[in-house]
């Protein structure tokens, strides 16, 4: 195997093993709004939202490395 799908494969390991461990419920304030949902639902979402980011910037930085050569 390469070292890349190892390291990928590390990585989804901790993060299973840090979901497992969170499943308690709590309640997130956001200006007026209260939710209460499950640690590892506010877990994935956070990191479903940095992904997309990460994919946004990376995107956006290809386009204007691009744009100077």
Do not use: D, P, Y
């Amino acid at each position: 195997m390469k070292a890349k799908t190892i390291i990928i494969l590390i990585l989804i390991a901790l993060f299973v093993i840090i979901l497992i461990q969170n499943t308690q419920v709590l309640t997130v304030q956001l200006f007026f709004w209260e939710v209460s949902m499950s640690r590892i639902i506010l877990i994935c979402l956070l990191m479903l939202v940095g992904f997309i980011i990460g994919f946004l910037v990376a995107k956006v930085g290809r386009k204007r490395w691009k744009g100077q050569s």
